[in-house]
């Protein structure tokens, strides 16, 4: 069962082709990566998918309405706002569930400390906490591998896993190749 | 969520202290500085402080709303609203908050500082009325021209904004006359009323247009 | 149906392909006609009663007011067609028109200046109609380099639209308002809108080259936006088969 069918799908800027003739379909419980070459349009189609941006031609058919969880480049995070405070400006409780994601990924001891203060991979463990909180049926995430240690890593591979079995769906994008499950659009240049 | 959203602003611009404790602080040291400049032995018309500070009282908004929205954009916050179609409401709910933590205590303010200046009680609660309405028409230009450049640092927006606020402007000049001269200003601040009225309910819509735009 | 006729019609390769064409003629002919009525202006009228020869200006400040204004409108009338049906070509021609607009403010302060001192004895008065011009100038300005700050020039596109709108409702405020506020301080200013009091040997050559004057600015603007569609579209292929 389909939620999004696209067809064609181009994108210019200035004039300039970003995408084009981009076709594909979309349906719960899969695990789809956008992968292509640094700067071939992957954030953009991302973008397209969601509904920030408009397709210039071709058409995409949304067959249900479904909110949308997403995760860009940028983090999403107050820097000058605890740990705790950011995660409860994003509706997140601070239960068991959370505190134990952040003794997973090392961060229960900064959980009073402005997010200002860790590193970019630390704020990408952070933002990660709340994709894995998610209810959505379908969680988007732009370049969610980079900046992660081996061990997040696992723990997110685990989550998509989880997703899939769910009947949820995944989309994300990465230039990096992965040993996984999951299907793939590739945009070439 | 509607009231949480609310809440979560207010927390935001609470604990970004700087911004909304700054202008209230600036624009006490700029009135201070004021009489300085005058000399005190003149008899001076109540009207020129008054007109000094709508204009002070506009600058100070100017900086007190400089990063409004380029905060959020800078670091992802905005596009998540966008993503979950909250950008409207959000839009609503900076600028109330604005308001309410610089717009109104900057009202106060000045109200102290008239009284001080021995101006009758009565004008100086018209001119604490008048500037609580014209600081929300004030804050929503310049969060459109915050919007328009979402760069920190870039006043192009501004600029082409406050065009806008001249009217305003002559009209608060005019009710500082006819209060000065003890005119009915029924007219007058109905006017002020329903401009505010206006921009308050539409500048919103527009503003959310041009970071839906941005988000692109 | 209707809208892809619309948008055929009205692609930036149609409007090029007939503006390229009649653009050059079109302005030289108005241009021709405006120095006509210049010529007639200043050389075969008679001298103003009050003003003696100093008056003459208006034969260039009047036309030049009245074309800011206007200008103006229209950038607001294919600005609100390109965000209303989102065709480009509106959008062309709204941002060449800023520029043009700019020009002919500034050319009516100027030439206003210039007949404000041997009539008043001063190059400038805070009155509504100065007040809003220099007010309609800095606009022009703001627009142009609002414009040209934005990389993606489809956004910048949207931004320049809507900030026209809302200028073009705020400058009748603004001069509704200068005038509200100046009724206190009540200065002599001509106003030429008392038409009887202009003798007909002056009003003809003034309606002469207020008309030549617009044909002469919109063809500069036709010149101006094919600069514009060639700058925008010079990824086509019809462009580069020029």
Redesign the interface.
Known sequence: MHFLEAQNISYKINDRNILNNITFDMGFGELIKISGRNGSGKTTLLKIIIGLTKHSKGSLIRKSEEKICFLGHKSGLKNYLTVRENLLIHGLKINSLNLGLLEKFNLKRHIDNSVGTLSFGQQKKLSLIRILNAKERIIILDEPFIGLDEESKNILREFMDSIKKENRTLIFTSHIDLEDNYREIKIDD | MTKNLLFIEGFKLFKRSRTWVGPVLVFLLIIISFPLTLDINSDNPPQIYLSFIWISTLLVTMLGTELIFSEDFEDGTLEQYAVNNKLIEIVFYKILVHWILIGIPLAFVAFLFILSLNISIHISSIALLCLVISNLIFINFFSLGNALSLKKGSILGLLITIPFLIPVLIVLGKITTSTLLGLSLVGHLSLLVGVMTLVASFIPFIISFILRTHLE | MIKKFFHQFASPKSYFAIANKFGKPFLTFFFLLYVGALVWGLFFTPPDAVQGDSYRIIYMHVPASFMAQILFVVMAITSAVFLIWKLKLAAYISKSIAPIGAIVTFFALFSGSIWGIPTWGTWWQWDARITSTL?LF??YL??I??HA?F?????AD??FS??VL??VV?IP??KK??D??ST?HQSASITLTSKPAIDPVMLYPLMFSIVTFIGLIFGLVILSSLNEILK?????SWVKNI
């Open positions: 007010i800095i606009m703001g627009l380099s609002l700050s990389e993606n020039k489809d956004k949207k931004f809507v900030l809302i200028g705020n405020i603004i308002s200068v509200w506020w206190l925008r579209e010079k990824y086509k």
